[in-house]
C-alpha cells in the first residue's frame, strides 16, 4: 500500500448512502473513498484490506440497499478514469465506464451487442459482476475477458472461466478493473432504431424513481415476482417514505426519504404475504448489505 496515492485519494467520512446508491435511502456509511484511476483504486482496496476494515466497491449503486446501521467503507469506482480503447472490433472497457456510454460509443462506430442494456444504470464492473441482462441481451454475450485483481494480483479470467448466470455471477470478493469486448459491426441505423424501441419498453413497463430495479427475481415455472405480489393486493402499499409502485409491484420506490427500515419492512411484508398466499419463496434481486442478513 502507497500511503502517499492513499493521501491523494478523495475520501468523505460519514458519506450519505443518497450519495452512493439509485435507492437513495437516508443514512450513512463509515466512509467512501473515491478513487480517479486504477492506481488509486488498487491502493485504496490494498489499504482497507490491511486494516481488515469491512468494505464493498460500489460502482453506480444500482442494485445496492445499504443498511446505514451497519459499519461499512465504500469504495466507489464512479471517478475513476472512463475509458474505452479499440483494436478493429475489440474494445478494452474500464470497469467505471457506464453502459450508456458504451453504447454511444459503439453506436457512433457501428459496433453492435449493447443497444438492448443499455438502459440498465450500471457500470461496467457492476454490470459483469451481476450479468446484467435485458430484452434477451446480457453483457456476457459479446464478452472475451476481464482483468480482475485476485489475491492482491491482477489477472486474466476468460469468459469460459466464468460462471454467469441470471442476473449473477460466481465473481465474488474481486475487484474488476477492465472488460474485453468483441463485436460485431452493425448498421448504425439498426442499433438506433432496437436502442429506441427498448428504451421505450423499458420507460413503458418500468415506474420511474428512486429504487434498484427489480426487488425480487421472477420465481422459475411460475407467474412473475410483480404479479405475485400484486395479487397479495400490495400495489401502493406504503411503509412511511417507501412504497409498492403503483405501475409494477417488483418496484418498489424510495418517495419521500425512506430509511433502510422502511424498504426492508416492504420487502419483508411481500415475501411473507407471498408465502403464506401461495407458498412461494421469493428470492431477492437486490443486493441487501446489513448486518441483519450477513450476520
Ligand atoms: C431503474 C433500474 C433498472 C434496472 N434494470 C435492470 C435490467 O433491466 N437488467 C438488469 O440486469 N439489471 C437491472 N437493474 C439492476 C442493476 O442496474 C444491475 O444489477 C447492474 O448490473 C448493477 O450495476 P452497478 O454498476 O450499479 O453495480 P452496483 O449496484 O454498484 O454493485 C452491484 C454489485 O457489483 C459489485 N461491483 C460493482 N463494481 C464492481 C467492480 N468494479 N468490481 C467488482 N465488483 C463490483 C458490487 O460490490 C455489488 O456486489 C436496474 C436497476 C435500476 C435502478
Given at each position: 500500500m502507497n500511503k502517499n496515492l492513499l493521501l491523494k485519494t478523495e475520501f468523505v467520512l460519514d458519506e450519505d448512502i443518497k450519495n452512493i446508491t439509485t435507492f437513495k435511502n437516508v443514512g450513512k456509511v463509515a466512509g467512501a473513498f473515491y478513487p480517479k484511476n486504477q492506481g488509486e483504486l488498487i491502493n485504496t482496496v490494498k489499504f482497507l484490506k490491511s486494516y481488515k476494515f469491512p468494505f464493498l466497491i460500489v460502482g453506480n449503486g444500482s442494485n445496492l440497499l445499504i443498511d446505514d446501521k451497519t459499519p461499512l467503507f465504500v469504495i466507489s469506482t464512479k471517478f475513476v478514469e472512463h475509458k474505452i480503447s479499440r483494436k478493429n472490433n475489440v474494445l478494452n472497457v474500464s470497469c467505471s465506464t457506464t453502459l450508456s456510454e458504451l453504447y454511444h460509443y459503439c453506436c457512433n462506430r457501428s459496433l453492435g451487442g449493447f443497444e438492448k442494456i443499455a438502459g440498465i444504470p450500471a457500470t461496467v464492473g457492476g454490470a459483469i459482476k451481476n450479468n446484467a441482462s435485458s430484452f434477451g441481451q446480457s453483457?456476457?454475450?459479446?464478452?472475451e475477458s476481464i482483468k480482475v485483481i485476485k489475491n492482491d494480483k491482477i489477472i486474466t479470467l476468460y469468459k469460459d472461466e466464468i460462471d454467469y448466470y441470471h442476473h449473477s455471477t460466481n465473481l465474488k470478493n474481486l475487484l474488476i478493473l477492465s472488460a474485453k469486448f468483441n463485436l460485431k459491426h452493425r448498421k448504425k441505423c439498426e442499433i438506433i432504431n432496437d436502442y429506441i424501441y427498448y428504451s421505450k419498453l423499458r420507460r413503458l413497463s418500468q415506474p420511474l424513481g428512486l429504487c434498484c430495479g427489480s426487488v425480487f427475481k421472477n420465481p422459475p415455472n411460475c407467474k412473475g415476482a410483480g404479479s405475485l405480489i400484486e395479487q397479495c393486493r400490495l400495489k401502493g402499499f406504503s411503509i412511511n417514505g417507501a412504497e409498492i409502485s403503483?405501475?409494477?409491484?417488483n418496484f418498489i420506490l424510495n418517495k419521500d426519504n425512506a430509511t433502510f427500515d422502511d424498504i426492508y419492512n416492504l420487502i419483508k411484508l411481500c415475501k411473507n404475504k407471498v408465502l403464506f398466499k401461495y407458498g412461494i419463496k421469493l428470492e431477492e434481486e437486490v443486493e441487501i448489505i446489513s448486518k441483519k442478513i450477513l450476520g
Open positions: 453483457i456476457f454475450d459479446y464478452l403503483t405501475q409494477h409491484a
